[in-house]
């Protein structure tokens, strides 16, 4: 079994000094619980940024420091003063974190902030390098680490990486507005695997991957030129174990069993028993829509004077990047707006909002999550939200109820919550009217289907669904990789080459011999593929056809010096060389003015689309459109066109962003055997990309070479990457000595 690895911008311990001895103190957050069990089960190593500067330590130190790790199985990635300010809270915090969170005027684009990133970026992957073998795995974690799996995977192709991303993924709109989105999305399709928390970041991700590189997507895989990669949504869950056991915990001690803190809440609920609660709890940060929050709690206030005394709110916020200015801007907001609702609301022995600018140990952390009849998670974005998900796990109660924004991932498995718009001050404070009111019973009931959903779904479950699905996308490439023309192969396949005395080679044109082109007509043969035809015409055992889509204007424009077949628009027109154009099979073209006007009707509802009209069959041409749209115009054409086809002998066929309508029973396949005649080849090739293809597959004899190139499915007998393998391998054909 592959060794799994962890890669992240921070170690799963942090390094303490203590009277001059260093240290470990494991992270307990839920993400490391889950990971830790993953890489220690695979044997694996955990590889990230010990949290201390490089800087800061002279050699002896930093090598104890290492040493330490190393017996926890961790490597460092050192990290300079330097690297930090331009990497972690430059780009990643300042440009791609308020990006991805729809805060485009916070965010700021920098290019030596940028380089720093890449640099940083490099840094990771070579230790990663370091420790990886071939045919390894390795995991790696969020938006501080966008370029590495490609790094990785240009170095050693035989490692699966997984990505998962911890915060959204925005729509296109957004993504494209970064000058380094192409850099950025190329270093993530160097993953196997691309994990999100929901099904909508999935989807927004997708969209940008197929408007920048118009790659084919079909479901949730990606085909690239040489790879197919997954894309799933995982929802990150907690330890819920951890949360559920320590409150049952809590509910047996005694108050002198319990912390201070705990003692405190007590007393004072003792003191005011009617006193209902509401939690807030979040990092310091502006995407929690904490101003919002606060003036969701003023507005309830102000509607309800009733609840004047009766509740409280308790505010508690982790202090985070406090050395970016925007956070010291929101520190100051949120500061002013406490002071300002106790002021206003407030009396000698009433204090509307309790508020806590710190971190709390767990234990009290659970202590409040039992305590509060209320919590209000109400981000403007999130990615998850795992406040949420730990407030339910320590309902042992059975009660409680959530306000939940819209905005956060977590809301997609919490429709029992009560939903709310955090930009929406009115609908926040009735929310929060509704669940200070809400039935006991009505709680229960709602509490009781999530709390179902989270147990199930925790942490553990989250990595091991993921794992599983890297082994999966292990056993897809594989699968399609089953065909591929190995250098065994290849050799052989030259020999048989060798030994032929006749051969012929069926050469599809574009997406075989030459890439495709946003405008076909500038798809032309170039002086390099010219070079390699011209080279295998001159033996004279060879028989060369190009099988094409194509007209045979083009063909006879681009490829009519050459002694080579040629068969046009798949397989009306033949021409074996020296010879005139011909039409093997009768066919006509009186349906053409009829079936025009419902492309056109096509074209001018889809920008980017446009028809060529061939002789025989019109083609619809839909690369250049915007994806989606032209995606469901496709499926609108195909269904507008069998309606009209029925009485007339033609047919609908979907090429590669095309769809032709031409005479019936013309393909490939046919054109082939029809060139083909009575010779007998002892060297049969035929090769094509796409599914008009597959007809010459089909119908060729069995012991044809058929070579898809491309990684779909196919019927062929081996599979080739891509044009420039293809090429490289018809070149070793003409230029093999025989
Ligand atoms: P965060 O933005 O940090 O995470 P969140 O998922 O809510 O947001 O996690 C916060 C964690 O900090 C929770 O485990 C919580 O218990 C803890 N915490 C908060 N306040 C605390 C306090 N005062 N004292 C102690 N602990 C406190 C990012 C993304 C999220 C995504 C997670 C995981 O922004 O959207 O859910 O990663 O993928």
């Not at 080279?535 to 194509?550: A, E």
């Not at 424009?557 to 011909?582: C, D, R, S, T, Y």
């Amino acid at each position: 079994m592959s060794r799994i690895h962890i890669l992240s911008n921070r170690l799963p311990f942090s390094v303490k000094n203590e009277s001059g001895e260093f240290c470990l103190e494991p992270s307990v957050g839920g993400l490391a619980t889950g990971l830790k069990s993953v890489y220690k089960s695979y044997n694996g190593t955990w590889i990230g940024w010990s949290g201390i500067v490089s800087d800061s330590l002279d050699a002896v130190a930093s090598s104890q420091v290492e040493e330490l790790l190393n017996k926890e199985a961790c490597a460092t990635v050192p990290l300079s003063q330097e690297d930090i300010e331009l990497y972690y809270e430059g780009f990643s915090n300042k440009t791609i974190w308020p990006l991805f969170h729809y805060f485009t005027q916070r965010t700021e684009y920098n290019e030596k902030e940028w380089g720093a990133y890449e640099q940083v970026n490099r840094k990771f992957a070579d230790r990663a390098l370091s420790v990886l073998e071939p045919g390894d795995t390795i995991w790696i974690h969020d938006y501080q680490l966008f370029l590495v799996p490609q790094l990785i995977k240009e170095r050693m192709p035989t490692v699966t990486i997984g990505f998962f991303l911890h915060i959204p993924f925005p729509s296109f709109e957004i993504f494209r507005q970064l000058p380094w989105r192409m850099e950025l999305i190329n270093g993530i399709l160097g993953s196997d695997l691309i994990g999100f928390h929901t099904y909508d970041y999935e989807r927004h991700f997708l969209s940008s991957v197929r408007r920048l590189l118009g790659y084919e997507i079909i479901l949730n895989k990606i085909f690239t030129s040489d790879r197919v990669i997954m894309v799933d949504a995982f929802p990150m869950g907690i330890d819920f174990d951890r949360f559920n056991r320590q409150s049952f915990l809590q509910a047996e001690q005694t108050p002198m069993e319990s912390s201070d803190f705990h003692q405190e809440l007590n007393a004072f609920m003792q003191q005011s028993p009617n006193r209902k609660l509401i939690l807030s709890i979040d990092r310091l940060d502006y995407t929690k829509g904490i101003p919002h929050r606060l003036k969701a709690f003023r507005h309830f206030l102000q509607s309800h004077p009733e609840y004047h005394q009766k509740v409280t709110l308790i505010m508690l916020a982790v202090p985070s990047r406090d050395n970016v200015e925007q956070y010291q801007i929101l520190k100051k907001e949120v500061d002013e707006l406490v002071g300002n609702i106790n002021g206003v609301f407030g009396s000698i022995n009433y204090t509307p909002i309790w508020y806590f600018y710190r971190s709390l140990p767990f234990e009290d952390l659970v202590s409040l999550y039992r305590l509060c009849d209320v919590l209000m998670v109400t981000p403007v974005r999130d990615g998850m939200n795992l406040v949420a998900k730990e407030y339910v796990a320590s309902r042992t109660q059975g009660d409680g109820v959530l306000v939940l924004s819209e905005m956060a991932g977590v809301a997609k498995e919490m429709s029992e919550a009560l939903i709310v718009n955090p930009n929406n001050e009115t609908e926040m404070s009735l929310a929060l009217f509704q669940a200070l009111e809400m039935t006991p019973a009505e709680q229960k009931q709602r509490m009781a289907i999530i709390q179902q959903r989270i147990k199930r779904y925790d942490v553990f479950k989250w990595a091991d669904d993921f794992v599983e699905a890297l082994f999966k996308v292990q056993a897809l490439q594989n699968d399609l990789a089953a065909k591929k023309i190995t250098t065994s192969i290849r050799r052989q396949l030259v020999e048989r080459y060798n030994l032929a005395q006749n051969r012929a080679l069926f050469l599809d044109f574009d997406g075989t011999l030459v890439p495709f082109h946003k405008d076909p007509q500038a798809a032309t043969p170039d002086s390099e593929l010219l070079e390699v035809l011209e080279r295998l015409c001159r033996d004279n055992r060879n028989h060369i056809t190009i099988i094409s889509g194509r007209d045979k204007v083009f063909l006879e424009k681009h490829l009519g010096h050459l002694p080579v077949n040629m068969i046009a628009e798949h397989g009306i027109w033949h021409k074996q060389h020296h010879q005139a154009w011909n039409m093997p099979s009768i066919v006509n073209n009186t349906w053409i003015p009829d079936i025009r006007p419902i492309l056109e009707s096509f074209v001018d509802r889809t920008p980017g689309t446009f028809i060529e009209t061939k002789g025989y069959s019109l083609v619809w041409h839909y690369r250049n459109a915007e994806p989606e749209q032209a995606e469901k115009r496709a499926n609108e054409l195909k269904d507008a066109l069998t309606h009209f086809i029925a009485n007339l002998n033609i047919e609908i066929m979907e090429g590669n962003k095309v769809i032709e309508v031409k005479n019936g029973g013309i393909n490939k396949g046919v054109a082939a055997l029809q060139i083909l005649g009575q010779n007998r080849p002892d060297f049969l090739l035929a090769a094509g990309d796409d599914w008009t293809d597959e007809y010459m597959f089909r119908e060729l004899p069995d012991h044809t070479i058929s070579i898809k190139v491309g990684l779909n499915r196919t019927r062929a007998l081996y599979k080739i990457e891509s044009v420039k393998e293809m090429r490289s391998f018809l070149k070793e054909l003409a230029w093999t000595l025989t």
